[in-house]
């Protein structure tokens, strides 16, 4: 019951911090649209491919993946915040994307129409952390699916104090701020390869890997 009520809560705390956050995401995101490019690069998308983009945020990444998929391709998303599905809602309205598809959900209850063959986690940090999302997800995803991955960690434990300025730079984003040492494990125990290096001067890891095959 404890743990019910611990999980309702992350998520209600992540929705009200992105209440605040929304209408500035975009513009605050623009100095990460390089690294984003780099984590997209690595999932090896082909024409034709499936994709997911897990918390999607405003969809910030939706055009770099169509790109990637080409016409025949689909972009499958999810996004719990309110705020931010609304302005990723009106991006695809706008640009008239059939091929992505998306909802207002949780990655705990997410229910997508098919399988994927790759998954993006672009700082999606509260969810990585979150091992019955992480479940929920993989239901998904095609035996061998390639996953990216980028986002925070914490600078290696000997630089200290250094770790204060990580955790609260975090905490305006992330319920789960705290929890930065190995942020992909989770992810990384449903694969059979996988790999991550230090981005930002150690304060942040870009990770690929491959699920396991059934
Ligand atoms: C830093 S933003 C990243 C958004 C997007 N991936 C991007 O690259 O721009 C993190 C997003 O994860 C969403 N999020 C956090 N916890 C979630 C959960 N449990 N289920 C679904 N979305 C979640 C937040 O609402 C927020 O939009």
């Known amino acids: 019951m404890t743990q019910m009520t611990n999980k309702a809560n992350y998520n209600a ?9 929304a209408a500035d995401y975009d513009a605050s995101a623009q100095f990460t649209m390089p690294l984003r490019r780099r984590t997209i690069a690595l999932l090896q998308l082909k024409p034709g491919d499936v994709v997911m983009d897990v918390g ?33 809602q009106q991006r695809v309205q706008r640009e008239g994307w059939s091929n992505v598809w998306h909802q207002e959900s949780s990655a ?30 993989m239901r998904f995803a095609k035996s061998g699916a390639r996953i990216a991955m980028a986002g925070v960690k914490f600078f290696p434990w000997w630089t200290g104090p250094l ?19 190995a942020p992909w494990d989770i992810v990384q125990s449903h694969c059979e390869r996988f790999a991550w290096e230090s981005t930002q001067w150690g304060m942040g890891y870009i990770a690929q890997g491959r699920l396991k095959t059934a």
């Open 56 to 88: 999607a945020g405003t969809g910030l990444s939706y055009a770099l993946l169509r790109d990637a998929v080409g016409p025949t391709g689909r972009v499958l998303a999810f996004e719990q915040s309110p705020d931010m599905f609304k302005l990723a």
């Open 108 to 137: 705990e209850k997410a229910a997508l129409p098919e399988q994927v063959d790759a998954i993006l986690f672009n700082y999606t940090h509260d969810i990585s952390r979150t091992p019955d999302a992480i479940a929920n997800i």
């Open 163 to 181: 770790n204060l300025l990580a955790w609260a730079k975090n905490r305006p984003y992330n319920a789960k701020a705290a929890d930065l040492w």
């Open 13 to 21: 705390i992540s929705i009200e911090k992105y209440r605040a956050k």
